[in-house]
């Protein structure tokens, strides 16, 4: 025996009702930005044992990397090799080279994002398929300010590299079919994460990461 038509509109509002009135799944949490420099000491980091490095030190709540022939910092802490974002900023007070070289993991290997380098404008990574920023794809020019701050941020994900200046595009490029890896020379004392300038007097602030994933 069938069901009548009032029954069967009961029936169709009830469940109507029981599907709107089921909870609606809670929202991933955004990922967290996880502070790497406390403004007062170099907590978390070691100075880098580059030959013939400047003296880094603390003043008016940056870290600044002296003049030497490469001075820089390394993330003494745990750090993910992929999915993840760092931002800072950076600023070159004296010099004409690079001002935050940014070297960071890609999954079981490393990179470096050079700012300033090759005399002052170049930025892109070092290196894809053996090629340094100055020669790879990667490469763009830019006007750095002296004393200006410029805020750098670096997203790495599963085969991906893309990097940001003051919010501008500046690096987007597919890593997927390319080799990747760290210039020849002292670089590599920079891994797993570290930050460097060359010939250069720079300062380093508002040094964040956070994880995209579980990686």
Known sequence: MGITRREFGMLAASAAWGQSSAPAPAPEPA????PMFDG???AGWKETPFSSHGK???????IVLGNGLMTGITWTKEFPKYDYEVRLEAARVAGHDFFA????PVHDTHCTWING???GTVVGLSSLDDMDASENDTRQAVVFETGRWYKLLLRVTWDRIDAWIDGEPIINV???DRKVGLRFGDIDLSRPFGIASYSTTSKLRKI?????SAS
């Open 31 to 34: 990922p967290v930005w996880i």
């Open 56 to 62: 880094v030190t603390i003043a008016d709540s940056a």
């Open 101 to 104: 070289g940014i070297t960071f």
């Open 208 to 212: 964040e990461y956070r994880r995209l």
């Open 174 to 176: 597919y890593i997927g």
């Open 40 to 42: 007062a000491t170099l």
């Open 117 to 119: 380098g090759w005399g």
